[in-house]
């Protein structure tokens, strides 16, 4: 079963990856790209210190409780 989901998956993929979009072309040739990827990449570091803050405070209230 997994090796169908994997398989659509992948012929999905395929077909988009090939897709041409106007917008992203438009950005790329007014060099705004690089300030769309630069927002992305300051979003994802932002939602990952605060995964690794949660783990690690999630870890510290574990640890209270073991003791308790």
């Known amino acids: 079963m997994l ?18 979009v106007e917008m992203a072309d438009d950005f790329r040739d007014e060099g705004k790209i690089y300030v769309v990827i630069a927002i992305i990449l300051i979003i994802l ?5 605060l995964l690794f803050k949660l783990d ?3 870890k510290r209230l574990e640890k209270e ?3 308790k």
Request: aromatic share 18%.
């Open 3 to 20: 090796r169908y989901i994997l398989g659509i998956l992948m012929l999905v993929g395929t077909q988009f990856a090939h897709a041409q």
């Open 65 to 67: 409780i073991e003791e």
């Open 45 to 49: 570091a932002g939602f990952f210190f």
């Open 56 to 58: 690690k405070r999630s």
